[in-house]
C-alpha cells in the first residue's frame, strides 16, 4: 500500500485534519468559491499526493474555473480556459486511476462530462458509481435529472422509484415517482401514487388547505384523471372522474379560471352542453368575453358538437373558433346568430365587447343583406378611430373551403387570385370606393350619420390601399399610399405599407429607402427599426441594416454579437440569406447554424427546470414544457435554418465549383492595376467576414473602452467566421442529419419531405427517395414538388448504373407505379400538361414544373414548353418574384429572346416597379 495515497487497496479514510479539509473543498465547490476550494485541496495533496478524490475534486474545482474563463473575450483569458479545462480533465481521470473504487471520483467524472452536456457517458458514470455505492441520493437524483432530459423515460422511472424507496418521507420524490410514471404513459398508476401520498399526510396539514403548491397538485391529480380510460364501454370514465373530483377540489383551487375552464372542456367531452353553458357565462362574467377558446366552446355546446371537435376548437390559437374551423349550415348558423345577436343574446349582454361584436360578424352569411350593414357599421366605426390593423382584421374574413380536406375545414385565402374572387373582398372594396367618393365630397358616410374628422378619409385611403395590396395591384395602391402620405407626412404606417407594396412589387431598394423614411419619425419605435433592418437585408444592403439595428443594441460589442446574444433568430436568418444569395456559402451557413444553435440551447435551458418545478410544485406548467420542449425542432424558425442548411450543401455537392469563388485570384495574369484591385477587394471581403462573425470585439463603441462602462457578459469567441470549417465536413452527411431532422419533427410539411428525397437519391438511397415521394403525396398530391421529383427520380431509375438489393429492387417496382396512377411516365407527365391547360388558376411553380418536365423528357417542343406558362398571362395562384425568377431561367434556356421578351412583358404588368431583373 502507497502510504501517499490512504484509499489505496483498502479504502482506509483521511485523517482527521485532511478529512475537514475535504469537506471544505466540497463546500467551497458547491459555493463556488473556488479559490478557497484549491487552496484546500492542495493542502491535502502536499501531503496525499495520489489521493484520488481529492485528485478528482480539484480537477471539478478547475473545470468551473475554467468554465468562467472559456467564454471570456480575451484571447489570452480563453487560451488559459482552454489550458486549464485539460488539466481538468487530466486530474479527474488521474484521481480515478488512483482509486476506481471510490463513487466520489466516478461521481465527480460524471459531473465533468455533464458540464461539456455530453449526457451519455455521464449517466455511464453515475450507474458506475451506484454500483458501488447503491443508496447515494445525490447521484441517483442528478442521473435521473440527466435521463429525464435524455427523454430515458424508462429509466427515469426506475431511478425515481429507488429514489423513493430510500426517501419514502419527502413529498418531491412522490411527485418526481408520479410524474415518471405519468411520462411513461400510465395516467392511472400515476394517481394512485398520489392517492398513496396523501395517504401518507395527517388531516388538516398543509396539503389539504388552500394555497398556491395544494392547487396545483390537485389540479395536476385532475388532469391525470381525464388521460386514464377508465373502465366504461366509450372510453370516458377518466373524464367522469375528473369532472366529479373537480368538485371535491373546489376550496382547494386557487386557480378558479383554471378549474373552469377544465371543467367546461369535461362537459363538452361527455355531451353535458346545458352545463356546459352555464360554465361559458361564469367565464365570461370572469372577463373572459375576449377570449376566443371560451366562444369556441360556447359554439361547440350551442350545435352539440361531437367530442373530436370539441377537443380541435380547444387547441384553436389566436381569433380561431368553430365557424373558422368548419363550414357550417344555415341551422346551425341561425342557432349561433340567435345565441349572439338576439334581444337576449351575448352581444346585448356584453354591449361593451369588442370580440363579440366581431365573432357576429364572422357567424353572418357573407351574401345576405345584415352581413353587408354589419360590416359597414364596423368598417366605419373602425376608420374613424384611425386604427391600422383593420385591413389585416377584416382579411380574416376571407374564409374559404380547404382542398386538401375535401371541404370539411376552412382556411384562409392568401393568394391574390382567391382573394380577388372572394365575395367579402368584392364588398369591401365596394364599401370603401364608397366611402372615399362620400368623405372626399361631403366630409360624411354614405349613410349620412353626420360630419367624420378630417382624418376619416385619410384611414378610408389606407384600408383601400390595403385591399390593393391583397390582391397584387401594386400600382394603384402606390396612388393612394402617396395621398396618404401627402396629407399626412408624420405617420409611419403609411411609409411601411408603401414600403410594402414596393418590396411586393419588385423595387426592394426604394422600399428600403422608403421604410428608412418613416423610421427617421420616430426613432424610439423598435418595431419599425427591425423591419427597416429587415428591408436592408433583403435588399442586399448589408451595412446599412447593421447601422439601423445598431441603434437598439448595447454599446459594448457589435451589434451582431449582441443579437446572438439576444438569440435574435430573425435577424440571423435575414443575413444567412443575404450571403447566401451572394455566395458566401460559409458565412451564411455560420448564420444558420447560430440559429441551430439557439435552439439547442433552449433544449439546453430545460435541465435547470427538471428539479426546480418538481419543488415548487408546477407539475402542469412542466408537463407542457416537456411537450413544447420534445416538438422544439418542428418550430418555424429552426425549419427554415435546417432547411437553408440541407439547400446549401446540396448545392455545394452538385456544384463543386461555387467554392471556387473563394479562393485566391491568380495574381499573375493581372495587370498591375487590376492586381491592386482584386487585391483591395479581397482585403475588404476578409475584413467583413472577420467583423461580421467574430464575437470577440466587447470594447464599448462611444467610450473608447474607458472603465465607466458597465462590463458586459463574456461571450464565446467564433474561431470560423468565414463558415470554412463547416465547408469542409462531408456535404452529404450533413445535409442526411439535417433532413432526418426536419422529416421527424415536420412530417406533415411537404418541403420536409422533399430535402429529404434530394438528399435520399444523392446518397444512391433509392427506398428511402421513394417512401419520401408517398409522404409528399399523402399531404399534398397536386404540389409541384411532387410531380417534378417523381419525373427525376423515373429518370433515375433509367439511368442508374447498378441496382439496389433484390428485395428493394421489388417493393421499387410494385410501388413506384402507384405514384403515377399505373400510367406511363410519358402518360402521367401528358395529364398533367392536360390538367394545367384546363385550369386556369393553377400555380406557377407547378406550370413551370410541368414545362421543364416537357423539355427534359421531349414530350413537346420547346414553344410547347413555353406556352404552358405563357398562356395563363401570369394570371395564376403562387405569382411572385421568386417563382417569376424561376420560369424566366428556365424560359431564358429554352425559348430564347422572344420568349424572354414575352413573359417580361406580362412581368412589367404584375410587378411594375420590377428592377434588377
Known amino acids: ?121 455521464a449517466i455511464k458514470a453515475y450507474k458506475q458509481a451506484l454500483r458501488i455505492d447503491e443508496e447515494n441520493l445525490q447521484i441517483l437524483r442528478d442521473m435521473s435529472l440527466l435521463q429525464i432530459q435524455m427523454r430515458d423515460l424508462i429509466g427515469f422511472k426506475e431511478t425515481r422509484l429507488r429514489i423513493l424507496t430510500l426517501r419514502p418521507s419527502s413529498k418531491v420524490h412522490w411527485l418526481s415517482y408520479a410524474l415518471s410514471v405519468h411520462v411513461n404513459g400510465d395516467a392511472e398508476a400515476a394517481v394512485g401514487i398520489l392517492d398513496s401520498y396523501f395517504g401518507t399526510l395527517e388531516e388538516g396539514c398543509e396539503e389539504f388547505q388552500k394555497n398556491f403548491e395544494s392547487s396545483e397538485l390537485a389540479l395536476y391529480k385532475n388532469q391525470l384523471l381525464s388521460e386514464t380510460k377508465g373502465e366504461d364501454e366509450d372510453g370516458l370514465g377518466g373524464v367522469r372522474k375528473a369532472l366529479e373530483h373537480l368538485d371535491e377540489i373546489e376550496t382547494v383551487v386557487v386557480d378558479q379560471t383554471g378549474w373552469l375552464k377544465a371543467k367546461l372542456s369535461y362537459q363538452l367531452q361527455l355531451g353535458k352542453f346545458e352545463d356546459a353553458k352555464d360554465t361559458v357565462f361564469i367565464l365570461f362574467e370572469r372577463g373572459l368575453t375576449e377570449e376566443h377558446r371560451v366562444h369556441g366552446a360556447y359554439m361547440c355546446a350551442l350545435l352539440k358538437c361531437d367530442r373530436a371537435t370539441c377537443l380541435e376548437v380547444e387547441k384553436m390559437k389566436g381569433t380561431g373558433t368553430l365557424v373558422t374551423l368548419r363550414p357550417i349550415s344555415e341551422e346551425e348558423r341561425n342557432i349561433l346568430l340567435d345565441a349572439y345577436g338576439s334581444k337576449h343574446g351575448l352581444s346585448k349582454l356584453y354591449p361593451r365587447s369588442n370580440g363579440i361584436k366581431r365573432i357576429y360578424i364572422t357567424i353572418l352569411p357573407t351574401n345576405g343583406e345584415e352581413f353587408k350593414t354589419a360590416i359597414d357599421k364596423y368598417c366605419q366605426k373602425q376608420i374613424t378611430k384611425g386604427v391600422p390593423s383593420l385591413g389585416a382584421d377584416l382579411s380574416s374574413l376571407y374564409l374559404m373551403e380547404d382542398s386538401l380536406s375535401s371541404g370539411s375545414r376552412l382556411m384562409l385565402a392568401a393568394d391574390p387570385l ?168 460559409g458565412r451564411s451557413l455560420r448564420k444558420y447554424m447560430a440559429v441551430v444553435k439557439h435552439y439547442e440551447d433552449y433544449h439546453e435551458d430545460q435541465f435547470d427546470f427538471h428539479s426546480y418545478c418538481i419543488r415548487k410544485v408546477t407539475m402542469r406548467a412542466y408537463c407542457n414544457l416537456l411537450r413544447f420542449e420534445d416538438d422544439l425542432w418542428g418550430l418555424p424558425n429552426y425549419g427554415r435554418a435546417a432547411e437553408e442548411i440541407v439547400k446549401i450543401y446540396l448545392y455545394i455537392h452538385d456544384n463543386p465549383s461555387a467554392l471556387e469563388s473563394d479562393a485566391e485570384p491568380d495574381y499573375s495574369k493581372m495587370t498591375p492595376a487590376e492586381r491592386k484591385k482584386a487585391k483591395n477587394m479581397a482585403r475588404k471581403k476578409k475584413n467583413a467576414a472577420g467583423k461580421g462573425g467574430s464575437k470577440s470585439d466587447t470594447k464599448s463603441n462611444s467610450n473608447g473602452g474607458s472603465g465607466n462602462v458597465k462590463k458586459s457578459k463574456p461571450h464565446a469567441i467564433d474561431e470560423d467566421p468565414s463558415g470554412k470549417e463547416l465547408l469542409a465536413l462531408n456535404y452529404l452527411d450533413e445535409a442526411k442529419k439535417y433532413a432526418a431532422i426536419l422529416a421527424r419533427h415536420s412530417p406533415k410539411s411537404v418541403s420536409s419531405w422533399a430535402l429529404q428525397y434530394d438528399v435520399s437519391v444523392r446518397r444512391g438511397k433509392m427506398l428511402m427517395g421513394l417512401q419520401s415521394l408517398f409522404k409528399m403525396k399523402s399531404i399534398d398530391s397536386n404540389c409541384h414538388q411532387l410531380f417534378s421529383r417523381v419525373v427525376d427520380f423515373s429518370r433515375r431509375l433509367e439511368s442508374r448504373s447498378s441496382k439496389c438489393h433484390d428485395t428493394s429492387e421489388e417493393i421499387i417496382s410494385a410501388e413506384f407505379p402507384k405514384l403515377m396512377g399505373g400510367k406511363t411516365l410519358s402518360e402521367f407527365v401528358n395529364s398533367a400538361i392536360e390538367r ?68 417580361k412583358a406580362l412581368l412589367v404588368t404584375k410587378f411594375p416597379f420590377l428592377k434588377d431583373f
Open 418 to 585: 382567391d382573394v380577388k374572387a372572394h365575395p367579402v373582398h368584392v364588398l369591401l372594396v365596394d364599401l370603401i370606393e364608397a366611402y372615399i367618393t362620400s368623405l372626399s365630397s361631403n366630409n360624411s358616410f354614405p349613410s349620412g350619420d353626420g360630419e367624420c374628422p378630417p382624418s376619416a378619409l385619410l384611414w378610408a385611403w389606407y384600408l383601400r390601399s390595403i385591399l390593393h395590396e391583397q390582391v397584387a395591384e401594386y400600382a394603384q395602391g402606390i396612388t393612394l399610399i402617396n395621398k396618404c402620405i401627402d396629407h399626412t407626412p408624420t405617420a409611419v404606417d403609411f411609409y411601411e405599407l408603401k414600403a410594402r407594396l414596393l418590396e411586393a412589387g419588385g423595387d426592394i431598394q426604394q422600399a428600403a429607402d422608403v421604410i428608412d423614411a418613416g423610421r427617421d419619425l420616430d426613432h424610439q419605435d423598435r418595431y419599425i427599426n427591425n423591419q427597416t433592418t429587415k428591408t436592408f437585408l433583403r435588399a442586399g444592403r448589408d451595412e446599412d441594416a447593421k447601422k439601423r439595428i445598431a441603434l437598439f443594441t448595447r454599446e459594448q460589442g457589435t451589434p451582431e454579437q449582441y443579437l446572438y446574444d439576444m438569440q435574435c433568430a430573425w435577424y440571423e436568418l435575414e443575413l444567412a440569406d443575404l450571403l447566401r444569395r451572394k455566395g458566401e456559402f
Open 836 to 903: 394545367v391547360k384546363s385550369d386556369a388558376a393553377t400555380d406557377l411553380p407547378m406550370r413551370t414544373a410541368v414545362a421543364k418536365a416537357i423539355v427534359t423528357l421531349g414530350e413537346g417542343s420547346a414553344p410547347d414548353s413555353l406556352s404552358v406558362i405563357l398562356d395563363s398571362k401570369l394570371n395564376c395562384r403562387c405569382v411572385n418574384v421568386d417563382s417569376c425568377r424561376e420560369a424566366l431561367e428556365f424560359i431564358a434556356s429554352v425559348g430564347g429572346d422572344s420568349g424572354k421578351g414575352q413573359f
Open 1 to 121: 500500500m502507497s502510504s501517499d495515497n490512504p484509499q489505496q487497496g483498502q479504502g482506509r479514510p483521511l485523517p482527521k485534519k485532511e478529512q475537514d479539509l475535504f469537506k471544505n473543498v466540497v463546500k467551497f465547490y458547491e459555493s463556488k468559491n473556488y479559490k478557497k476550494g484549491m487552496k484546500n485541496a492542495d493542502q491535502i495533496l502536499k501531503r496525499f499526493p495520489n489521493h484520488g478524490e481529492t485528485l478528482c475534486m480539484k480537477g471539478l474545482i478547475l473545470n468551473g474555473m475554467a468554465i468562467s474563463a472559456v467564454g471570456g473575450s480575451k484571447d489570452k483569458k480563453r487560451e488559459e480556459g482552454e489550458e486549464m479545462k485539460k488539466e481538468a480533465v487530466e486530474l479527474v481521470k488521474r484521481g480515478l486511476m488512483m482509486d476506481m473504487r471510490s463513487h466520489v471520483c466516478w461521481h465527480v467524472y460524471g459531473l465533468l462530462h455533464r458540464s461539456s452536456q455530453n449526457y451519455t457517458e
